[in-house]
């Protein structure tokens, strides 16, 4: 009997993030959580039992790190994609934070009517960090849909991420140490008290991501931070280092003067 085969089930891994206290569960193929995700957490300044918005979840990496780290935090992603809203939320089963992590399906540009703008504490996102037609070509539609820009562009994503939080809340955001200016213009005159973490590259190498945090409807000056570096945590080893360090929160010690 002839026929089309059948389509192959997606492969998938599980991870450790945060010494082992996150299991996550993500496709082998595609866009993988690195340490994006990761650091975004740790630079949340979250309390027990506030509200955070993750928006464009994933397979979840962010929400669950902040979730380990802040006790009795609630977390809601919005995530367009499906089938990662399945999977980050059986990724809230797997580490048996369903009670305090959720997931809704949604576009930023069309919201559920279920999200309220205004209604949480702080909002996390890792937007897309190429512009649409301005990148070289990725081949894998999972990877393309989360590292390039669709119809939402930058602006889109920081409007979106002021208008769901409080006043006086905050907005997180990671992105390309390039697009600083960018992504500074947007917040202007819209939020202030903005933090800056560049993300270490190396030695004598320049910061390639960045951790802008701003808070809503505040004016007071912006804090360029220390750089933030992984490796001491882990005795000097890079990777063991990006596993585990994230486990607690980013402070925001200022650059000291003449530095």
């Given at each position: 009997m002839s026929g089309s085969p059948a389509a192959a089930e997606p492969a998938f891994t599980e991870?450790?993030?945060?010494?082992?206290?996150?299991?996550l569960r993500q496709p082998a193929e595609g866009y993988r959580v690195a340490i994006d995700p990761?650091?975004?957490?740790?630079?949340?300044?979250?309390?027990?039992?506030?509200?955070?918005?993750?928006?464009?979840?994933?397979?979840?990496?962010?929400?669950?790190?902040?979730?380990a780290r802040v006790p009795h935090s609630r977390v809601v992603g919005l995530e367009m994609q499906r089938d990662l809203v399945r999977l980050a939320g059986d990724n809230a089963i797997l580490n048996a934070m369903e009670a305090r992590v959720s997931v809704m399906i949604g576009d930023l540009l069309r919201p559920p009517p279920r999200l309220s703008p205004g209604a949480f504490d702080h909002v996390m996102a890792n937007p897309p960090y190429h512009e649409h037609g301005r990148t070289v070509r990725v081949t894998a539609s999972g990877r393309a849909d989360a590292t390039?820009?669709?119809?939402?562009?930058?602006?889109?994503?920081?409007?979106?991420?002021?208008?769901?939080?409080?006043?006086?809340?905050?907005?997180?955001?990671?992105h390309r140490a390039d697009r600083i200016d960018a992504l500074l213009g947007e917040i202007a005159g819209r939020a202030g008290e903005v933090v800056v973490f560049p993300l270490w590259a190396g030695e004598d190498r320049p910061a390639s991501r960045i951790l802008v945090r701003a808070r809503k409807h505040i004016a007071a000056p912006a804090l360029h931070a220390r750089p933030v570096d992984p490796t001491p945590a882990a005795?000097?080893?890079a990777d063991r280092g990006r596993r585990a360090w994230c486990g607690r929160r980013l402070s925001g010690a200022p650059v000291p003067e003449g530095r």
């Open positions: 991870d450790r993030l945060l010494g082992g206290r996150v299991r990761v650091f975004l957490a740790a630079a949340v300044p979250a309390e027990p039992h506030q509200l955070v918005l993750d928006v464009g979840c994933g397979a979840g990496a962010a929400m669950l790190c902040l979730a390039v820009e669709g119809e939402a562009d930058l602006a889109a994503w920081v409007r979106f991420a002021l208008a769901m939080v409080r006043p006086k809340g905050t907005v997180t955001l990671i005795g000097g080893n």
